[in-house]
């Protein structure tokens, strides 16, 4: 895998920054999921998901979190 910045993987959870939402659907497309499966997995509505996939809706920092554990994107909470 990829290295790590932090030995704690707990200390800063991993969060969405805005910016990497407009990736979330290709993230999830390549993970083989369904807009309903990561919206069960996130534990929100697939509506809500697909408004937050197309820019409508910004998710509060516990659903970006969410998100980023769902589709295991540990570096979304590093500055680019």
């Given at each position: 895998g990829l290295p790590s910045k932090s030995a704690a993987p707990e200390a800063a959870a991993p969060q969405l920054p805005m910016a990497e939402?407009?990736?979330?659907?290709?993230?999830?497309?390549g993970l083989g999921l369904s807009i309903?499966?990561?919206?069960r997995t996130v534990g929100i509505s697939p509506s809500y998901l697909e408004l937050i996939e197309t820019?409508?809706?910004q998710p509060d920092a516990a659903i970006r979190r969410a998100l980023a554990r769902a589709l295991s994107v540990a570096g979304w909470s590093d500055p680019s």
């Open positions: 939402l407009s990736q979330m659907g290709n993230l999830r497309q309903e499966q990561l919206a820019a409508e809706r």
